[in-house]
């Protein structure tokens, strides 16, 4: 099974950007759908964004289009979401995970907690 470890969170003020990490071992990640997800306090993990095998597509979600990319650095099998304009709503704990028949395939990490807040 592959490991993904997330990084990169933290505090930061309404209108401010981040970027995530996504270091995968345990499988080459340009040959999976892998994607990001989030979980709000009280509420479910959701899908965000996803890019395709071999970079061919990404999705974002409506809710975050025009706000968030994802990228990917094959030569260092890492994956990366662009996080611009945040809101107090993108509050959450990130995840990353390879899907496998659009389910999240591999171990959940911790997760970088993202706090948006003045």
């Known amino acids: 099974q592959g490991r993904l470890a997330e990084s990169g969170g933290g505090l930061v003020q309404p209108g401010g950007s981040l970027r995530l990490s996504c270091a995968v071992s345990?499988?080459?990640?340009?040959?999976?759908?892998v994607g990001w997800f989030r979980q709000a306090p009280g509420k479910e993990r959701e899908g965000i964004a996803c890019?395709?095998?071999?970079?061919?597509?990404?999705v974002i979600v409506p809710f975050v289009k025009g706000r968030f990319s994802i990228s990917r650095d094959n030569a260092k099998n890492t994956l990366y979401l662009q996080m611009n304009s945040l809101k107090p709503e993108d509050t959450a704990v990130y995840y990353c995970n390879r899907l496998v028949s659009g389910i999240p395939y591999d171990t959940w990490g911790q997760g970088p907690q993202v706090t948006v807040s003045s």
């Open positions: 890019i395709s095998i071999k970079d061919e597509i990404s």
């Open positions: 345990g499988f080459t990640s340009e040959d999976y759908n």
